[in-house]
T-cell receptor
Framework: ETGVTQTPRHLVMGMTNKKSLKCEQH?????MYWYKQSAKKPLELMFV???????ENNSVPSRFSPECPNSSHLFLHLHTLQPEDSALYLC???????????????FGSGTRLTVV | GQQLNQSPQSMFIQEGEDVSMNCTSS?????WLWYKQDPGEGPVLLIA?????ELTSNGRLTAQFGITRKDSFLNISASIPSDVGIYFC???????????FGAGTRLFVKA
């Protein structure tokens, strides 16, 4: 039990599909993050939300659309993706961004996305 | 920009062997974090280091904060099959609110 739950674990979607990834945490954390993990590359930060407000968009293409309705839930809406978007998408949380960077994040198990 | 270089990229070892890996940067860090990612899971924090020269252990794992503050080391003693995974170093970027990760060291342990 990691404390951060991601669904689905695996997703295969066509380039014209629309799908959503879901992340949920009940750790009482105020900051939530989306990371992209591609093979043999460092984790890439995509978005940061702190107290439901987006504080970071790391030049992510608009085909990725995040949503944070409250501090416990985070979504990543996907549409018209490309095959190169296939990767493991990780959600993480921390008490706040400063705590996360200095004391560590709690990560979910990730969603393995394949775009065909 | 700031970058973390991890070596080796991969290690293939026999069960019972000791393991050493490192993480280097051209920039100074005030915090070093080491995470492990099991196959099919997200990274989990193993050890955090906050002071140059600091040596911290977590079971069979020992990590060190380099004296120059530009490197950190992780050692695993008497490896076991469940040590298999990817080990990431990480540290806060200038400003302290965001994290940079290394590309990871992939450890394979043969029973």
């Amino acid at each position: 039990e990691t404390g951060v739950t991601q669904t689905p674990r695996h997703l295969v979607m066509g380039m014209t599909n629309k799908k959503s990834l879901k992340c949920e945490q009940h750790l009482g954390h105020n900051a939530m993050y989306w990371y992209k993990q591609s093979a043999k590359k460092p984790l890439e930060l995509m978005f940061v939300y702190n107290f439901k407000e987006q504080t970071e968009n790391n030049s992510v293409p608009s085909r990725f659309s995040p949503e944070c309705p409250n501090s416990s839930h985070l979504f990543l809406h996907l549409h018209t993706l490309q095959p190169e978007d296939s990767a493991l998408y990780l959600c993480a949380s921390s008490q706040d961004p400063l705590a996360g960077a200095n004391y560590g994040y709690t990560f979910g198990s990730g969603t393995r996305l394949t775009v065909v | 920009g700031q970058q973390l270089n991890q070596s080796p990229q991969s290690m293939f070892i026999q069960e019972g062997e000791d393991v050493s890996m490192n993480c280097t940067s051209s920039s100074i860090f005030n915090t070093w974090l080491w995470y492990k990612q099991d196959p099919g899971e997200g990274p989990v924090l193993l050890i955090a280091l906050y002071k140059a020269g600091e040596l911290t252990s977590n079971g069979r794992l020992t990590a060190q904060f380099g004296i120059t503050r530009k490197d950190s080391f992780l050692n695993i003693s008497a490896s076991i099959p469940s040590d298999v995974g990817i080990y990431f170093c990480a540290g806060p970027l200038t400003g302290g609110f965001k994290t940079i990760f290394g590309a990871g060291t992939r450890l394979f342990v043969k029973a």
